[in-house]
């Protein structure tokens, strides 16, 4: 097969200056061990430890997702922040370790129990001040927020990480509510790699059901005027959005 001049094959990837490494589980694993758990603090540690024994820890966000987070938080310098689908609490403490110490996160989720399984934890990491879980479905609160006004253009971060086929109403009430210049991150876009899987193809039933808001999220944040877009291939995708305008 032929090879271009840094031994790639020509006919793995298509697009000019198409630079993606990540080509096994091993090197996934690589980045694990190298970069993500020799840093990662002792209480995601704990977190991600406790939350691997739950049965529905197929919905936690990822150890290097988590270190992303942590990172971009720090980088944005952002200290009012909002998350949509707590779970256990994963990216809820990435976000908490990253914010100053009066920071505040606004955490919504319709299941209050699994956020007290990594409660004790984030407590004990002493983070738990700066965050303000209310449970419940996020949308009607968001239009709670829309209406009293108070919060319009308030957030420097907000990530969305629940129900995806609520991603679009989500999206058109966040974008008043983050501030021009900050950040909303739509988690799983890239949704199992599903959303360039042929639509006969074999896939879990959630994974088939959720697909087409998936998409239809994707094509209309490309289109969106509103906001710069970034997709990066972490953890199941994520794409940041910045608030232009
Ligand atoms: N960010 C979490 C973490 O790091 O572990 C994972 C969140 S999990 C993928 C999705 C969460 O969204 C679930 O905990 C679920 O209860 C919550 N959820 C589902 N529908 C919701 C809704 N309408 N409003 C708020 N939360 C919702
Ligand atoms: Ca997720």
């Known amino acids: 097969m032929a090879t271009n001049g840094e031994g790639e094959q020509n006919l793995r990837h298509q697009e000019v ?5 990540l080509q096994s589980d091993a090197l996934y694993q690589y980045i694990l061990e190298t970069s993500v758990y020799p840093r990662e603090p ?26 992303f987070l942590n990172m971009l ?3 944005i310098n952002a ?25 505040k996160i606004l955490a919504m989720d319709i299941n209050r129990d ?25 949308l009607p609160a968001l239009d709670k927020m829309i209406e009293d006004g108070k919060h319009h253009g308030s957030f ?10 609520n991603y679009i109403n989500y999206h058109k009430r966040l974008i008043d509510l983050v501030k021009v210049g900050g950040l909303i991150g739509y988690d799983n876009t890239l949704w199992n790699g599903s959303v360039v899987a042929p639509p006969d193809a074999p896939m879990r039933k959630y994974v088939r059901y959720y697909r087409d808001f998936v998409l ?5 944040l490309a289109a969106d005027p509103r906001i710069e877009i970034c997709m990066l291939p972490v953890g199941d995708g994520i794409t940041l959005c910045r608030r232009v305008c």
């Open 17 to 21: 200056g198409h630079k993606s490494l």
């Open 42 to 67: 002792e209480a995601m540690k704990e977190l991600r430890e406790v939350t691997a024994k739950h049965p529905w820890n197929i919905m936690t966000t990822s150890a290097d997702e988590g270190q």
């Open 114 to 138: 699994n956020f007290e399984i990594g409660l004790p934890i984030i407590e004990k990491a002493g983070v738990a001040h700066k965050i303000d879980f209310r449970e419940g479905p996020a």
């Open 156 to 165: 420097d971060f907000i990530f969305v990480d629940a129900d995806k086929d």
């Open 79 to 103: 200290k009012n922040t909002m998350e949509i689908g707590v779970y256990t609490g994963y990216s809820l403490l990435a976000t908490a370790l990253a914010l100053p110490d009066d920071g």
């Open 216 to 220: 239809e999220l994707n094509k209309a």
């Open 73 to 75: 938080l720090k980088l």
